[in-house]
Nanobody
Framework: QVQLVESGGGLVQPGGSLRLSCVAA????????MSWYRQSPGKERELVAS????????NYADSVKGRFTISRDNAKNTVYLQMNRLKPEDTAVYYC??????WGKGTQVTVSS
């Protein structure tokens, strides 16, 4: 079955950077568009960024444009999210998703001084 394991979260000061990773298994990773979502307490899960399977075309939420970069390595079945110039409002649990199957457990990102 679909397995997604996110990692790389942590506590970082405002203005800092983190790189999230998501290792996928149980499906043909290279043919699926991959996305990162985030969810803060009391808020709905929101789409942060997505990347096409082969073209590499990317899309970003307006709130993260110019600060976050999504990328993928199909040979490693891994999708990444490079997050720069982090803000307190970026605090959330971050999830990757393939559009099929189950969600992973996510990784907590906390931006605080």
């Amino acid at each position: 079955q679909v397995q997604l394991v996110e990692s790389g979260g942590g506590l970082v000061q405002p203005g800092g950077s983190l790189r999230l990773s998501c290792v996928a298994a149980g499906f043909i990773f290279r043919i699926y568009r991959m996305s990162w979502y985030r969810q803060s307490p009391g808020k709905e899960r929101e789409l942060v960024a997505s990347i096409d399977s082969t073209s590499g075309n990317t899309n970003y939420a307006d709130s993260v444009k110019g600060r976050f970069t999504i990328s993928r390595d199909n040979a490693k079945n891994t999708v990444y999210l490079q997050m720069n110039r982090l803000k307190p409002e970026d605090t959330a649990v971050y999830y990757c998703y393939s559009g099929i199957g189950s969600w992973g457990k996510g990784t907590q990102v906390t931006v605080s001084s």
